[in-house]
């Protein structure tokens, strides 16, 4: 079975400076998918980087980019240049290729961004 | 806009009584998912259907069950409430292929609290 695993409970940062956020997991397949979710307080999860493991470019989405270390099964989230509405939980999530869609989530990471 | 919604924000039950959580989403979505996300455990899958009357049970099905009538609707019933299942639940939804199929959208959550 595959497990994903967040060991950073919380970090914090200093707005207009760079974080990392630390995931690993666990699995025997070779194909699948890698998400960063973020979770502000109080509202709706969003989606905020997807990684396809046959890709072997990181995905980056604006301030948002992952290092995907395949062999290493590690998928970190860089946050660049923090802001204060980047402070929130952010789950780290793994998706076999199947259509069932199903969704295995880390234990969260909980993110202060200090002004 | 994607829009998955919950009944209820906040929940209150007795211990005993039968508890009925609620979800829609109106982009006509074939997969749909229940969640239980608690401090330090991140997201436990409990049930997902990936069709009209179709379901199947996720990492924690125990005093759960589901119903799916309609595609837009997928209900989460607790037979009887305890206090183990105070919690906040997510339902999320997505398509089963395409694309966009690999992201899940998330509804608001329920805090159902037990008493």
């Known amino acids: 079975a595959q497990t994903v695993t967040q060991s950073q409970p919380e970090m914090s940062v200093q707005e207009a400076e760079t974080v990392t956020l630390s995931c690993t997991y666990d699995t025997s397949e070779s194909d699948y998918y890698l998400f960063w979710y973020k979770q502000p307080p109080s509202r709706q999860m969003i989606l905020v980087i997807r990684?396809?493991?046959?890709?072997?470019q990181n995905a980056t989405e604006n301030r948002f980019s992952v290092n995907f270390q395949k062999a290493a099964k590690s998928f970190s989230l860089k946050i660049s240049d923090s802001q204060l509405g980047d402070a929130a939980m952010y789950f780290c999530?793994?998706?076999?290729?199947?259509?069932?869609?199903?969704?295995?989530f880390g234990q969260g990471t909980t993110l202060q961004v200090k002004p | 806009d994607v829009k998955v919604t919950q009944s209820s924000r906040y929940l209150v039950k007795r211990t005993g009584e039968k508890v009925f959580l609620e979800c829609v989403q109106d982009m006509d979505h074939e997969n749909m998912f229940w969640y239980r996300q608690d401090p330090g455990l991140g997201l436990r899958l409990i049930y997902f259907s990936y069709d009209v009357k179709m379901k199947e049970k996720g990492d924690i099905p125990e005093g759960y069950s589901v119903s799916r009538e309609k595609k837009e609707r997928f209900s989460l019933i607790l037979e009887s409430a305890s206090t183990n299942q105070t919690s906040m639940y997510l339902c999320a939804s997505n398509r089963s292929r395409g694309t966009s199929g690999y992201e899940q959208y998330f509804g608001p959550g329920t805090r159902l609290t037990v008493t």
């Open positions: 990684q396809e493991a046959y890709k072997q």
């Open positions: 999530a793994y998706r076999s290729s199947g259509n069932t869609g199903k969704l295995i």
